[in-house]
């Protein structure tokens, strides 16, 4: 079995196009929740995102490839050219076939599939756009980041609603553990930020109208956000052989099925695959420092999350330092695991834990230290990172700094 680290990292999202940006606003507790100003909310009750504001695409694409690219493929091919920048790796020659691409999506082109609906049913046009289903397709990051970086491995998607970017980098992780792979570029990439995402959201009546603030009491919902984290998990002997920089080193994953209910969280679903996680890395619940929650910011899930954290880590649980970064980069879907994943690295590199934007009191019912509003000096040693998706799928990563 051999050991996996982090070599590189890049991140688009509503708190910054790209990671120095994203971290410098979450390490000091900002949070990217607003008005949403990329599509028309006229028809709306819910008018507040993290949308990834400022966006020029065309900055970054040439404009006959941006006919081929749905929003989130953009978000993930430019999360993808930062981490293996970042990283310095060369896909070249034989490396290309040594190397796996694994990306999260919970829908895919939603952009697309919006734009193609209003297109037939609301402007009565008989086409659509040709490159429709290339567009949308949940595998389309994928299919691009490998095409632009010669990527010519294990490549495929998965979709687990929120716990797609998480079960994504399980799946790298454990390809680069086997020797299947010696590196993998992997993570998520969501934009669901449209008029009939949004009213699908509004439907199932979880959705905040002032701002996310999970665990406080009085919290209203969740918020929904939008971009990419992807990184290069690489195989320890070869990222030493290369001189490459090591974020941090990954040990575990933990997987579970609540196999209870299609919306309702399950706090024993949740604690297997916390569980999961640590005996995979071969830690004790003792081990961890930081854990970078679920944390939607719905009664239901906080709630849950809190049992299932008492449930493995016992008398432990009330030493954890606990945040939901969602509190300032809202629920990115299928991205969301990504993202969290970022923080927990980056705060790992800087002994930095980001804080729960948006606090306002405690919870009776969630009682543990969820770091409130301001960032915390903390030398993070060992740290997991939850996503718990609808349908009772639970993903769970494990941590270690890198000695």
Not at 338 to 350: C, I, P
């Amino acid at each position: 079995m051999n050991r996996v680290v982090i070599t590189g990292l890049g991140v688009i999202s509503a708190a910054g196009h790209n990671a120095a940006d994203f971290w410098g606003k979450i390490s000091n507790g900002r949070s990217s929740i607003g008005e949403i100003t990329t599509i028309p909310t006229d028809t709306l009750t819910v008018k507040i995102g993290a949308e990834v504001a400022g966006f020029e695409p065309q900055e970054y694409f040439e404009k006959r490839q941006l006919g081929m690219l749905d929003r989130f493929s953009q978000f993930g091919l430019i999360a993808a050219r930062e981490a293996i920048s970042d990283s310095g790796i060369s896909f070249e020659g034989e490396a290309g076939e040594r190397a796996a691409s694994v990306i999260g999506s919970g829908v895919g082109g939603q952009t697309t599939l919006d734009d193609s609906y209003w297109t037939i049913y609301a402007e009565k046009k008989s086409r659509v756009h040709p490159f429709t289903v290339p567009r949308l397709m949940i595998n389309a990051a994928t299919s691009h980041i490998t095409m632009e970086h010669g990527i010519k491995g294990p490549a495929y998607s998965i979709a687990s609603a929120c716990s797609s970017a998480n079960h994504a980098m399980g799946q790298a992780f454990l390809m680069v553990r086997s020797g299947m792979v010696d590196a993998a570029v992997t993570g998520g990439a969501e934009a669901t930020i449209t008029v009939g995402t949004m009213k699908g959201w509004e439907a199932l009546r979880v959705m905040a109208n002032d701002t996310c603030r999970p665990f406080s009491k009085g919290r209203t919902g969740m918020v929904l956000g939008e971009g990419s984290a992807v990184f290069v998990f690489e195989m320890l002997e070869k990222a030493k052989a290369r001189g490459a920089q090591i974020y941090a080193e990954v040990v575990g994953h933990g997987l579970s099925s609540d196999a209870m209910d299609i919306t309702l969280p399950d706090a024993g679903g949740a604690a297997r695959a916390i569980a999961g996680a640590l005996k995979d890395g071969g830690m004790n619940p003792e081990d961890i420092t930081y854990v970078n929650a679920h944390g939607t910011g719905t009664a239901a899930n906080d709630v849950t999350e809190t049992r299932a954290l008492k449930q493995v880590f016992g008398h432990h649980a009330g030493s954890l330092a606990v945040s939901s970064t969602k509190s300032m980069v809202g629920h990115a879907l299928g991205a969301a695991g990504a993202l969290e994943m970022a923080a927990v690295v980056l705060g790992m590199r800087d002994n930095i834990i980001p804080p729960t934007a948006n606090y306002v009191e405690p919870d009776p019912h969630c009682d543990l230290d969820y770091v409130p509003n301001d960032p915390r000096e903390m030398q993070i040693d060992a740290a997991i990172s939850n996503s718990f998706a609808f349908g009772g799928l639970n993903a769970v990563m494990a941590l270690k700094r890198f000695v």
